[in-house]
């Protein structure tokens, strides 16, 4: 039963600290995402990758958040300092573009508090 | 600008009973509908997928069908089950899967 797997499940940080969050993406799948959710917002695209090349990350904040894919097996969302506002769930999806329709298959998220 | 709105914003039905959930966006260009289901505390799942020559796909319990003259959707919950409580979320993709999220409906099936 691939999966779309996130670490940590949650994380409590201070203003100013360095968070990272990590996802591994379901094998032989090419692209994969990274969204944010908010009672308020609710899901917002932050960044997408190809075959690891990032596609598009203008939903991101560039002067705190990066998204790098180091390998195919592992994608990562670095915010950096951290700040209140940014507390959120943030999820990974995976997807294999092949398929023409583009599904996608979330992991669970990451639940970010910032104090 | 972009948008999916979706109504109502949450709903409460009796165990048994069906339901629709509505969606309307502007997104442009149209590439496919997506409905997904997200339980509390997990990540959403996808229900259907339509592209705009679709007009319909179900999906157990679930028939989604799509409108793509007046940009509408709906989806249909038959014989709704307390498992079927969960946010549904309507999501429009653009051309190199850019995605619009709607706010989702929260519906709650009761006994």
């Known amino acids: 039963d691939a999966r779309v797997t996130q670490t940590p499940r949650h994380k409590v940080t201070e203003m100013g600290q360095e968070v990272t969050m990590r996802c591994q993406p379901i094998?032989?799948?090419?692209?994969v995402f990274w969204y944010r959710q908010t009672m308020m917002q609710g899901l917002e695209l932050l960044a997408y990758?190809?075959?690891?090349?990032?596609?598009?990350d203008s939903g991101m904040p560039k002067d705190r958040f990066s998204a790098e894919m180091p390998d195919a097996t592992l994608a990562t969302l670095k915010i950096q300092p951290s700040e209140p506002r940014d507390s959120a769930v943030y999820f990974c999806?995976?997807?294999?573009?092949?398929?023409?329709?583009?599904?996608?298959?979330f992991g669970p998220g990451t639940r970010l508090t910032v104090t | 600008k972009n948008q999916v709105e979706q109504s109502p914003q949450s709903l409460i039905i009796l165990e048994g009973k069906n339901c629709t959930l509505q969606c309307n966006y502007t997104v442009s260009p149209f590439s496919n509908l997506r409905w997904y289901k997200q339980d509390t505390g997990r990540g959403p799942v996808s229900l259907t997928i339509m592209t705009f020559s679709e007009n319909t796909k179900s999906n157990g319990r679930y028939t989604a069908t799509l409108d793509a003259d007046t940009k509408q959707s709906s989806l249909h919950i038959t014989a709704s089950q307390l498992s079927d409580s969960a946010s549904y979320i309507c999501?429009?993709?653009?051309?190199?899967?850019?995605?619009?999220f709607g706010t989702g409906t929260k519906l709650q099936v009761i006994p």
């Open positions: 094998l032989g799948h090419n692209t």
């Open positions: 999806a995976s997807g294999l573009l092949s398929t023409g329709l583009g599904e996608q298959y």
């Open positions: 999501v429009n993709s653009g051309g190199y899967q850019k995605v619009t």
């Open positions: 990758f190809r075959n690891r090349a990032p596609l598009d």
